[in-house]
């Protein structure tokens, strides 16, 4: 059973930076493609960014640029960099499998003065 866990959200100004972690369970993960996706209050669920075993990335053209997601197979854990952040950045942040179809609590990324 595919188990993620979500980190690293909080409050941020606008302009600021945070990092946001994710560590998966249940997988062969150093095997799996992970993405990041977000749910902003009254929008539905998109993806930011995402992430192959080889390494290529992927990125939301409203974020290319100002995030980096990276992985590290050692420690299971896929992140995702965030800088320059925009109050349209507020939303709840989730990873995934993303040849699975379960998703963990999320983080709240909350960007505002």
């Known amino acids: 059973q595919v188990q993620l866990v979500e980190s690293g959200g909080g409050l941020v100004q606008p302009g600021g930076s945070l990092r946001l972690s994710c560590v998966a369970s249940?997988?062969?993960?150093?095997?799996?493609?992970m993405g990041w996706f977000r749910r902003a209050p009254g929008k539905q669920r998109e993806w930011v960014a995402q992430?192959?075993?080889?390494?290529?990335?992927n990125y939301a053209r409203s974020v290319k640029g100002r995030f980096t997601i990276s992985r590290d197979d050692a420690k299971n854990t896929v992140y995702l960099q965030m800088n320059d952040l925009k109050p349209e950045d507020t939303a709840v942040y989730y990873c995934?499998?993303?040849?699975?179809?379960?998703w963990g609590q999320g983080t709240q990324v909350t960007v505002s003065s």
């Open positions: 995934k499998v993303l040849s699975r179809d379960s």
């Open positions: 992430i192959l075993s080889t390494g290529t990335t």
């Open positions: 249940g997988i062969e993960f150093s095997n799996s493609a």
